[in-house]
């Protein structure tokens, strides 16, 4: 009964190669998130989509490319990795009228060597 | 823009010692506050949250109230668990879904028995 699911946990990679990393989520939100937490635990919004719709893209470089294929889905492509992209990547969904509380995923771990 | 400020930790403190994390926090209207608390590989859960002013959020024994005088959302708790040693963020929203949850820093707590 896990509410918002994410894959791969960890995923270890060479600088240069495209990974994904898929999130799901079965509460019914229209809205999905994705977060960046750094080695210093800091956390920053990546995108957001509401109802397949982008609404939230902040300064990502292009590599980074967000794919929603429904509302209860929301994936992360990044090509061409480099040893910066190294972080947690934390999904996260809202429902509606509730003040935008979030429901987090248990987060990706990427490693680029 | 809005932000938020926490006191940076870390934290270290004994069991059934009083726990007092300090948050401000800088926005324009009526945010919404929260406190997520991430514990060890975990991701973040929502801890307790307060949409208006003066509103008292509480949760596992933790405590915090919105004082828009102040622009403050300090957590509280009177007696800490080792249990307790985890992560915790203070953050604000708009209240609208589909915009971002802006973090603190982070302040990482830490109990010994």
């Known amino acids: 009964d896990t509410a918002v699911s994410q894959t791969p946990k960890y995923l270890v990679t060479q600088m240069g190669n495209d990974k994904s990393i898929k999130c799901e989520q079965n509460?019914?939100?229209?809205?999905m998130y994705w977060y960046k937490q750094d080695s210093k635990k800091f956390l920053k919004i990546m995108f957001s989509?509401?109802?397949?719709?982008?609404?939230i893209n902040e300064t990502v470089p292009n590599r980074f490319s967000p794919k929603s294929p429904d509302k209860a889905h929301l994936n992360l492509h990044i090509n061409s990795l480099e040893l910066g992209d190294s972080a947690v990547y934390f999904c996260?969904?809202?429902?509606?009228?509730?003040?935008?509380?979030?429901?987090f995923g248990p987060g990706t771990r990427l490693t680029v060597l | 823009g809005d932000s938020v400020t926490q006191m940076e930790g870390p934290v270290t403190l004994s069991e059934e010692a009083f726990l007092t994390i300090n948050c401000t926090y800088t926005?324009?209207?009526?945010?919404?506050l929260f406190w997520y608390v991430q514990y060890p590989g975990e991701g973040l859960q929502l801890l307790l949250k307060?949409?208006?002013?003066?509103d008292k959020g509480s949760n596992k024994g933790f405590e915090a109230t919105y004082r828009k005088e102040t622009t403050s959302f300090h957590l509280e708790k009177g007696s800490v668990q080792v249990s307790d040693s985890a992560v915790y963020f203070c953050?604000?929203?708009?209240?609208?879904?589909?915009?971002?949850?802006?973090f603190g820093k982070g302040t990482t707590l830490s109990v010994s028995s």
């Open positions: 996260a969904s809202t429902p509606r009228d509730t003040y935008n509380e979030q429901f």
């Open positions: 509460l019914g939100h229209d809205t």
């Open positions: 989509y509401n109802n397949k719709e982008l609404i």
């Open positions: 926005a324009t209207g009526y945010p919404s």
């Open positions: 307060a949409t208006k002013a003066d």
């Open positions: 953050a604000l929203s708009d209240g609208q879904a589909g915009t971002a949850l802006i």
